[in-house]
């Protein structure tokens, strides 16, 4: 278990893909640098997309966790 | 006692659920047993899908107009008017106009989408679009004036109005400037937030290499941070700028306020059941169209099946039994890929999408829709 303390959580749970990139953009979008947000996904193409964007536009993806039913994505804007 | 039925939003989806409700509800309608309202802010139904024709000169705004009062069948009761509040406890709206609070027994919400481009700074500046009315008529004086440069169509948000739309400005920008013996001096550029071109993995595979064969640069991961009118610019969140010489957007979508206001979710989008269309935070509410976030595209199609589904399970809950239509995601989307062919997709919660290869006739299908769409809002289709 990550003890990290996310900014912002977002719940894409449910949501057929590219929904919850889309969420995690979105809310990295209003977030502030440094802060960390937590992603909430139950679809597997997140396990994918997330990393790549993340690389993408130099935001680090500093945690997955996997739990029963989903994973969640910790990402701190640079 | 009466039970009053109101429906908020007069687009797509609130008129042909009002016409679907007064012909399935003919003898309660008769016998004074159910009531029907429609509450639309304009007097006017409006039919989106012209907007894409109307840059290159093939449509006028008004193509897409019709008073309400010709379309909706008259045993419902239109009000022009806009709803400011919802209060889903005790039941009941209130407007703008007139000082009545409005009771309902049953609401629809089919409030649609609305255009959010002040979330991008400098986006409004200078940006054009065609998903609004005015946009779609700057958009064609800009568009008749550029004989040379780069043309950049960028997807700003998702979810945002027809999915294909994006691939279709670009398809049939392309088209007519190289009938204009003009492409060779046009470069296009399409922008896309996420790896692909589109949201959907099938139709992103199926369109890809259209655009390698037209020459249309494509960039990915592209999610915009700002535009700079003066120089000319949009740069991405990633870190990508590019120049433009006329910029076409599609502006960042939201819901009406009012949602978010009354509980009933995020964004202006209703959470509901995405079976029975039924919103999750309260009782007696549906909503369909662009605001249900069923995660299937906002388009009229989808909006016109979810209209079917809401009217059979509100006839059935009028009738005192178990309700039981659902929405299985079905929607259905012509493609346009040049100024005379036109793709076709199909698909549902299970079934992928496999677009048809493109044809003329599919192309005339698609026109021919958009005129028989007067049928379909009126019920008849
Ligand atoms: C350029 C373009 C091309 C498109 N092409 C296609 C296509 O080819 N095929 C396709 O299937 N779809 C297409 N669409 C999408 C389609 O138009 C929409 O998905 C569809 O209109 C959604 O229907 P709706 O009933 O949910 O909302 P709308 O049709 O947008 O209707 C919502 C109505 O609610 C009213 N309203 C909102 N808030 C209030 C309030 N508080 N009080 C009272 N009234 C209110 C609005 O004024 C509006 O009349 C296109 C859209 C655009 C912009």
Redesign the pocket.
């Known amino acids: 278990m990550t003890d990290m303390e996310p900014d912002e959580t977002v719940d894409a749970r449910g949501a057929a893909c590219p929904g919850p990139l889309m969420d995690l953009i979105g809310a990295i979008r209003s977030a502030d640098s440094g802060e960390v947000v937590r992603l909430l996904s139950d679809n597997e193409q997140s396990l994918s997309d997330v990393p790549e964007w993340a690389e993408e536009a130099g935001n680090e993806l500093r945690a997955v966790e996997e739990l029963d039913d989903h994973h969640e994505f910790y990402v701190e804007k640079a | 006692m009466t039970e009053h039925v109101v429906i ?9 659920l009002a016409n679907d409700l007064a012909d399935r509800l003919e003898p309660e309608l008769d016998a004074g047993d159910v009531r029907i309202t429609l ?4 007097a006017d ?8 024709y109307v840059p290159f000169g093939q449509r006028e705004p008004d193509d897409g107009r019709r008073p309400l009062e010709d379309l909706v069948d008259d045993r419902v009761d239109i009000r022009i ?4 509040e919802i209060d889903t406890d005790a039941e009941r709206l209130e ?2 106009e007139g000082d009545d609070t409005i009771e309902y027994d049953h609401l629809v919400l ?5 255009l959010v481009p002040e979330e991008i700074p400098g986006l409004a500046d200078g940006g054009h679009d ?3 009315e005015s946009g ?1 008529v700057d958009l064609r004086d800009e568009l008749l004036s550029l004989t040379e440069g780069r043309l950049v169509l960028s997807v700003v948000g998702t979810p ?3 999915p ?2 994006p691939l ?1 400005f670009v398809f049939m920008a392309d088209d007519w400037l190289r009938e204009r013996g003009l492409r060779e001096d046009v470069e296009i550029t399409y922008t896309y937030p996420i790896q692909r071109v589109h949201g959907n993995p099938h139709i992103a595979e199926w369109a890809r290499p259209i655009m390698e064969e037209r020459d249309i640069d494509v960039e990915t991961f592209f999610n915009a941070e700002s535009v700079d009118p003066e120089a000319e610019t949009i740069t991405s969140m990633e870190g990508t700028e590019l120049d433009y010489d006329l910029l076409v957007t599609i502006p960042p979508h939201a819901g ?1 306020d ?1 949602i978010e206001e009354a509980g009933l979710g995020d964004d202006g989008w209703v959470d509901v059941d995405k079976h029975t269309l039924e919103a999750e935070a309260a009782e007696n509410v549906y909503a ?5 976030d069923t995660g299937v ?8 099946y979810q ?1 079917g589904v809401v009217g059979q399970r509100l006839a059935s809950e009028i009738r005192g039994r178990p309700a039981t239509a659902t929405y299985d995601g079905k ?4 493609i346009e890929t040049g100024m005379d062919a036109a793709s076709f997709v199909e698909f549902d919660y299970e079934t992928p999408p496999a677009p048809a290869p493109p044809s003329e006739k599919l192309h005339w299908s ?1 026109l021919a ?2 005129e028989a769409y007067w049928l379909t809002a009126r019920g008849l289709l």
């Open positions: 908020v939003g007069g687009g797509t989806g609130g008129s042909v509450i639309n802010d304009d139904h409006v039919y989106k899908p012209v907007w894409l008017d806009r709803v400011t407007s703008m089919a409030t649609g989408s609305t065609y998903y609004s779609a945002h109005m027809c294909a739309a279709e009406v009012l369909l169209g662009d605001t249900a595209p906002n388009a009229g199609s989808v909006a016109h209209a929607t259905l989307c012509f698609k829709y958009n």
